[in-house]
């Protein structure tokens, strides 16, 4: 039961997010897949099982959440985790003392904080550039180069990373490439397929849908990359329940109608406050004037729904900003069916320390939206009402 298989199938990805790794279930019929909420499995002699042993090595619910998701990412495996830091660490046991990481400047805080509080301690080394300029990452490669860690589009201020040139500088220097896709999520940007070896997910986001369970999951394709990385996951043991997989499994049937969801509010929204006198400045790809919009148009197939944006006055006007909103809930994470907003700076980013996040670029004003699917006209009227117009 080891290799969980993606690619191969030939029907359109709603249909796949639906169906595949989902077959009815062969005793009763289910329609549903079960939750197999157990920890161990009857062998019929010592070492003789049916595929499974233990769960935290696998369990039949996670097999197929797994396989859904490596079918979207079209990759020929997926591991899933028990968070989106779990899937992140589980991927850096793959290194050791003396090794060297290029990162994305503008990363999500849980990542820095992962690397620079916790992995330095252990002997890795790491750059972060700004790798929506792909001249930096070459410039930060050294001999002791073993990975390229990319964001695209980054948390919060959604810059592209150009993932084909990056990819192919990190492997001119025989380092893995790594995307964090958790932004994009499958439906509308595939790493593998643009040349990374690794994509990330807080399967938390957009794949569950329902800020209802945490979750993490790394999608890949080269065969002996994945016997490591599988080794390290039940070593480690940051995997995710029964119950998680089934919870994000319920989520992923629903992806491909939210996520157009998402982002078709987004753009609107992006629109209105980008026009907005009390706004300075709006980030989102998908509007024409975003630094990075021709690649991101070019290697993804939408925007998504986050939209991150300055107000005049500074923080203090953004505090205020952020308690006039009734229909967006003040909380960090994102992707969730409901709208969010938070401040990066003393939010999800407070773990970087402040002089680097000035030199990202992350303004201590800085809101982050995470635009969920209502009726975007009451969005609109709520941000209209909060922003003071």
């Not at 062969?26 to 049916?50: D, E, L, N, R, W």
Request: with cysteine.
């Amino acid at each position: 039961m080891a290799r969980r298989k993606g690619g191969g199938h030939s029907t359109q990805f709603a249909t796949r997010a639906i169906h595949v790794g989902q077959e009815p279930e062969s005793t009763t019929g289910a329609i549903t897949v079960p939750i197999y909420q157990t920890s161990t499995f009857a062998q019929s002699a010592p070492g003789i099982h049916k595929g499974y042993d233990y769960s935290r090595t696998d369990n039949p619910t996670r097999t197929a959440f797994q396989t859904a998701l490596a079918s979207l990412e079209a990759a020929e495996y997926c591991l899933a985790f028990s968070s989106g830091m779990g899937a992140a660490t589980t991927a850096m046991l793959l290194f050791k003392q003396g090794d060297h990481v290029v990162s994305s400047r503008d990363v999500y805080g849980g990542t820095y904080r992962l690397f620079r509080s916790v992995l330095q301690n252990f002997g890795l080394t790491f750059s972060f550039v700004e790798t929506s300029n792909v001249r930096q990452i070459e410039r930060a490669i050294t001999r002791r180069t073993r990975l390229v860690w990319i964001e695209s589009p980054t948390n919060p201020l959604l810059r592209i990373t150009d993932i084909s040139a990056a990819a192919k500088i990190a492997h001119h220097h025989g380092a893995l490439c790594l995307v964090d896709n958790t932004f994009a999520s499958p439906f509308f940007q595939r790493p593998l397929g643009l040349g990374a070896d690794l994509v990330l997910h807080s399967t938390t986001k957009y794949l569950a849908g329902h800020a209802d369970v945490v979750g993490g999951a790394i999608c890949l394709n080269e065969p002996s990359l994945y016997k490591r990385l599988k080794f390290m996951q039940n070593a480690a043991g940051a995997t995710p329940s029964p119950f998680d997989c089934f919870l994000t499994l319920r989520g992923l049937k629903t992806l491909a109608l939210r996520m157009r969801e998402h982002e078709k509010n987004a753009i609107e929204i992006a629109q209105f406050l980008q026009d907005h006198p009390r706004v300075r400045r709006v980030y989102y790809p998908g509007l024409p004037n975003h630094p990075g919009h021709d690649i991101a148009a070019a290697q993804m197939d939408g925007f998504s729904g986050i939209v991150s944006f300055e107000v005049k006055g500074g923080l203090a006007e953004a505090r205020r900003v952020l308690v006039r909103l009734r229909l967006f809930k003040i909380a960090e994470s994102l992707g969730g069916v409901e709208s969010l907003v938070e401040l990066p700076a003393i939010m999800t980013h407070a773990s970087i320390p402040k002089e680097e996040r000035k030199k990202a670029g992350l303004d201590d004003g800085l809101i982050r939206l995470s635009v969920g699917i209502e009726d975007v006209q009451d969005l609109l009227q709520d941000l209209k009402r909060a922003l003071g117009s």
